[in-house]
């Protein structure tokens, strides 16, 4: 398995701002994704993080709201832009080998938007 | 694009008993049917999954049973402990690599002494 560290693990926000997220994997991996868990919610696939290129975003979901990026096979960043109260949720990055299927999460970001 | 559903969304049961959830899914180029355990303030734990090409798969008081046909699976969790409360994520992923997941809405299991 993939041990998968975020940073920061909680967070703050005023209305209007953005804030980054960093998700670091100990192994190169394949895929790497971003999900969204709302309280009391499943998890909602925001995107795929592509390394060297565009994400692929999910129905609902905006590069211009959740920009990605993924520059080698360890480390992704997903930026929430523009915040809204709406936008408070827990984000987790999971990460997975290509020769299985298994996905590993990240231990979430809990972002407060006030 | 696929769909999953799970029930029940919240299950009860005496510390020894056993537990059964039950998730469907919708696209029949599923696969890969992963179960994940999530406690509070936790991140989802990966326990068991199975592949298509296999009924049954168990690991120690867990198992997951797989329904091609009907395009059901199932977990199931027996003697009980008070350890095994937290929400569990049936998923489904349509892919033979590493691909994403549909999860299904979760369930709340609660054991009690």
């Known amino acids: 398995s993939a041990v998968i560290s975020q940073k920061p693990s909680r967070d703050i926000c005023q209305r209007g701002t953005s804030l980054t997220i960093q998700c670091q994997v100990d192994?190169?991996?394949?895929?790497m994704f971003w999900y969204r868990q709302q309280p009391g919610q499943s998890l909602t696939l925001i995107a795929t993080a592509n390394q060297g290129s565009e994400a692929t975003y999910e129905s609902g979901f905006v590069i211009d709201k959740f920009p990605i990026s993924r520059p080698n096979l360890t480390f992704s960043t997903l930026t929430v832009s523009n915040l809204s109260p709406e936008d408070s949720s827990i984000y987790l990055c999971?990460?997975?080998?290509?020769?299985?299927?298994?996905?590993?999460f990240g231990p979430g970001t809990r972002l407060t938007v006030l | 694009g696929e769909n999953v559903e799970q029930h029940p969304s919240t299950l009860s049961v005496q510390e020894g008993d056993s537990a059964v959830i039950k998730c469907t899914y919708s696209d029949s180029a599923s696969n890969y049917f992963p179960w994940y355990k999530q406690e509070l303030g936790k991140r989802p734990q990966l326990i068991i999954d199975?592949?298509?090409?296999?009924g049954e798969k168990k690991d120690q008081r867990i198992a997951v049973t797989l329904n091609k046909t009907a395009k059901h699976f199932s977990l199931h969790i027996t003697e009980t402990q008070p350890e095994d409360s937290a929400v569990y994520f049936c998923?489904?992923?349509?892919?033979?690599?590493?691909?994403?997941?549909?999860f299904g809405t979760g369930t709340r299991l609660q054991v009690t002494l």
């Open positions: 998923a489904a992923s349509a892919s033979g690599t590493a691909s994403k997941l549909t």
């Open positions: 199975i592949r298509s090409n296999v």
């Open positions: 999971s990460a997975a080998l290509v020769s299985y299927n298994e996905q590993f």
């Open positions: 192994s190169q991996v394949t895929m």
